[in-house]
Each structure stands twice: as C-alpha cells, then as structure tokens.
RNA sequence: UCCUCGGUAGCUCAAUGGUAGAGCAUUCGGCUGUUAGCCGAAGGGUUGUAGGUUCAAGUCCUACCCGAGGAGCCA
C-alpha cells in the first residue's frame, strides 16, 4: 500500500484490486439512500477526479463523511475496484477516509462546484487553482515550460541567467520599476536639486529589467546559441488583456545567423512546444476545446504540421491596402502597424500565426540590423490570432560604424551602451534572436483570452494582491 | 491614460422613479450505484462608496473606487 497520484490510477497505472491511498481535496459529494455516499477527490494530478466510493459502515460514515462540502482535504484508503457506474471505469472503494481539514462555513466557500466568471476567480487567486480550469492552466503552462528547456537544450542551446536588476532603461522597451534602498521621504540631493543617488545601493540609478537581451547577446558572441528564461518588468500603465506588468519571457540569441534563421528557429520552437502541450495533457487540452475555446485543439494540431505564414512588411502593406475592408488608421508604407491591421492579417487574411518580416528602420529598435535598402532592418513579428504579437525578434547590427550611427539618430547616448559596442570591436559576428511573451503563449495554447488568467498571480496596474 | 459598458444574496443575473426577486450554492426533509444527481422547504440584502434631486431612488444627477471590452504601448 503506498501513496497514489489519482492520474497513474485513472490511467491503470495500479491494477484493480490493489489497496490505495488518495490524499487530495472533495469537489462534491453525492449521497445515496442505499446507504453510501460517492464522492469526487482531485489532487491535481491530472484533470480528472476519482470516485471515492464510502459506504455507511465506515465509522465517520454520519458524522463525517456526509457533511464533506467542496474544498475539504481528505485522505482515502481502500481498494481500486471496477466502477459499477458508468462516466468512470475505476473506483475507491473506500475502507477510511481521514478528513485532514474542513472547509468552515461551506456556503461562503469561494470556490463552489459550479462555474465562475474568470473576473471572480481573480479575485480569490488563492483559491483558484483548485478549479479544473486554472488546474489545467497550470498544468499545461508547466508543460509549455517543460518543453521549452527541452527544447533549446536538445538544439545545444544554453540557458543564461540574465540580471534581474538592471541600469539602463533605455532600450526602448518601456517604462522600468526603480530599485532603491533611499530614503523616499529624505532621499540625497545634488546640487542642482536632482535625487543623488550615486549615494543609492548600487551607486546609479538601477532598475527590474524590461529585457535580458543586451546582456544574453554578450554569451551568444562566446557560447553560439544560448537563450534566457525568466521574470521580465514593464511599469507602463497599460491596462489590457495582454499586458502584466510582471510577466516570463524567453530570449534566445544565436550567432552566425540572420532573420531567415531567426524565423526559423521561432516556428521549430514554436511547433516543439505546442506539440508537448497536445502530447502530454490531452485531457486538460480537451477541456479548453470544449469550455473555453472549440478550436483549442484543431487550431494547434494544424500549426504543428504546417508552417507560419511568412510575409515582408511592404507585401503585408499592400495586402492591408487591397483588403475588403475599412480600417480607422489609414495604411501606408511607413507606419506601425496598429492592432487592428494586425488582427486582419492573422485572423482574417491567413487564418493563423503570421511572420512579418523587414520593418522600416524608423519605427524599430536601434540594434536592428539595416537592411541594404537602407530604408528597413531585419525586423520580425510573429502575430498570432487573438493575442497580437507573440514574438518579436531581428537580426541585430552586428557593424560598428553603423550601430553608432543608428544610436546617433535615435538621440541615445553611445556611452552608456560601451560594453554592448565592444562585442562589436571584437570578433562581431551576425546573429540574432527574438522575444517570446511567455504567458502570451500560454493563452494562445490553452484558448483562454486574458493574460491575467493564465499567470498564477497577475500583478498589473492597481493589482498587487496575494 | 483615453473611449464604451457594467457593479443588486456566497456565485450568475432580474426588477417602468412606487412592496428588492429567480437560478445555482448553503441548511433541513424525501428519492436514487450516484455522475456539478432529482423533488420539496427554509435561511440569506446597508443594491460599490460619498453626496445630491424627489412625496418616493437599485433605477435620475455629480464625484470617487472597482471590473470588463476596445484603443495606445508592447511581449
């Protein structure tokens, strides 16, 4: 007799009439006049519960069992048997079952066993984990992480621990939390009346990082191919559904590459990473297909065996300018793009993820590679249907001269990126690589649409809590 | 931050400016090897907060708080 997960169980993992124990929690119980009482116990193992079986010889029978209510922790032991029911082929049959802890007050119990808005689950984070939803949310979100470890070390990448603190802001990622240990109510001043904080922790102005890039493209000009896994910060006050302020984001850089292999190894990921998610948590993936979105399913079966679409930004003009349809930002060459001509081209135009390649120079980031148009650099999007971007990634500007000049023009000071230059003074080379919204990924795969509900706790504008 | 919509029982939602209601949940009773079970009954409310208009406000007005969708920004 040992302990059993409830998924090895359901799966015949134990054969029928082995004692087991089940220690979980009670999502309902139904009684019968027959004299037992059949009861659901999840332990998170995987998406089903099991039926516990407790006839009313059991000496808590009265007195226990039968005032079980959602959310109680119970420890079960008996023999898995066949079920004589039907929506279940196994069964405890219990011979004791152990109430660990009970829910006080059953009726104002959060999570009762019935639907919940997602507005009010975020309310009871929690809780909320104990729901089949958000179980399989995690589930699935630790398969997707799983899988891309494996992924990127099966393909000799290596995983970089980039800084969570930081001191420069100025990559054009967004606004960055300050980290100070000063006193906020006295803090130093300079001369000119300016907070002084060479005198902070660090001795500068420090921040959470908004990118692990600048400092993983330094171990990709040294180990090849290398990405980052991690905490990622943004103190813009956008309040979205595909915005946290906190959120996971994976970078990886490789050397001796340009944007074609950058796509590349975007949508091998991509497909990797998917593929484990339908592989390994077909029950939790049937669930989002037929609660939360039907496509769930089908929409990443056909992505895994086919490609992106792949389309140069001036091509992805011209599609917007031909479109049946009227857009409330006009099109032209030269702008960035707005959600709604990105929506029209995943959503409507190819039905599924779409690369748009070689962006104009002006509206991208310094370390973008020019293009010998002299007009574009070697920028991608990845746009997936209903989340936007996905990824967004470029071959960086691996010349010196022309680095310089791109910082110049953007109005950045080449100082503060010294050590980001020298890769460039010694043995540069072409690479690059892209950034993946991780939580992005995760509502795309499992269907869910805010981004709020698919991070164990959401931290966004005015939402700290837990 | 901007636009639009919303906030009423534990949850999901009703209620023409005129007696605050239903379903689910909870409790109790009945039925049933049951499948978020079925039937019946009961308890459960400072209508987001603070003001205002009115004989009378859940309903109308003002401010604020919170939530959702969209926008901007991005991943």
């Known amino acids: 007799m040992s302990d059993q997960k409830i998924s ?3 799966a015949g993992g134990v054969p029928v009439g082995d004692q087991v124990t089940v220690k979980g929690w009670v999502r309902t119980r139904r009684d019968s006049k027959a004299g037992l009482s059949f009861i659901q116990v999840h332990d998170g193992t995987c998406f089903d519960t099991i039926q516990v079986v407790a006839v009313n010889d059991l000496p808590n029978y009265a007195d226990e069992i039968q005032k079980l209510s959602a959310g109680c922790s119970v420890i079960c032991t008996g023999e898995l048997v066949e079920s004589q029911g039907k929506g279940q082929s196994v069964e405890i049959q219990a011979a004791a079952i152990e109430v660990v802890g009970w829910v006080e007050d059953p009726e104002s119990y959060p999570v009762q066993a019935k639907r919940h808005s997602f507005e009010y689950l975020r309310e009871v984070a929690h809780l909320r984990p104990r729901t089949n939803t958000f179980g ?5 979100r630790n398969c997707l992480a799983q899988a891309t470890h494996r992924f990127f070390h099966e393909n000799s990448f290596y995983w970089i621990h980039t800084p969570i603190i930081t001191t420069s802001d100025a ?20 001369e000119s009346g300016g907070i002084d904080f060479s005198e902070d922790f660090f001795g500068r102005e420090t921040f959470l990082t908004v990118s692990g890039q600048l400092n993983v493209e330094c171990f990709s000009n040294s180990l090849s191919r290398v990405y980052t896994f991690g905490p990622t910060f943004r103190a813009e006050n956008s309040n979205t559904s595909r915005h946290l302020s906190e959120f996971w984001m994976i970078e990886p850089e490789i050397a001796f ?3 074609n292999d950058d796509a590349d190894l975007a949508e091998n990921y991509l497909r990797y990473i998917f593929k484990a998610a339908l592989d390994e948590h077909p029950d939790d ?3 989002f297909a037929q609660h939360i979105e039907k496509d769930a399913v089908s929409r990443l079966e056909k992505f895994v065996e086919s490609s992106f679409e792949r389309m140069d930004y001036t091509d992805a003009i011209k599609a917007l300018e031909k479109a049946p349809k009227k857009f409330e930002f006009p099109v032209e060459w030269g702008m960035d793009m707005q959600s709604e001509h990105e929506r029209y081209l995943c959503e409507e135009l190819c ?4 690369v748009v390649m070689n962006y104009p120079k002006d509206i991208k980031a310094f370390y973008m590679r020019l293009n010998d148009d002299g007009k574009t650099v070697a920028a991608m999007d990845v746009l997936a249907p209903g989340i936007g971007e996905i990824i967004g990634g470029s071959q960086r500007e691996e010349r010196l001269e022309v680095l310089d000049a791109r910082i110049a023009e953007m109005g950045l000071e080449k100082e503060e990126y010294w050590w980001y230059r020298d890769l460039r003074k010694y043995g540069t080379v072409p690479h690059a690589g892209f950034g993946l919204g991780f939580d992005r990924a ?3 795969v499992t269907g869910i649409k805010n981004i709020r509900d698919v991070i164990p706790f959401p931290r966004a504008p005015k939402l700290a809590e837990f």
């Open 257 to 259: 590459a340009d944007l």
């Open 171 to 190: 990559e054009g990622a967004g606004e960055a939390f300050r980290i100070s240990t000063l006193d906020m109510v006295n803090p130093p001043r300079t």
């Open 442 to 444: 995760v509502n795309y």
């Open 136 to 140: 399989a949310v995690a589930r699935v």
């Open 351 to 354: 039905e599924r993820p779409v």
């Open 8 to 10: 090895s169980l359901l």
């Open 285 to 287: 993936m049937a669930f």
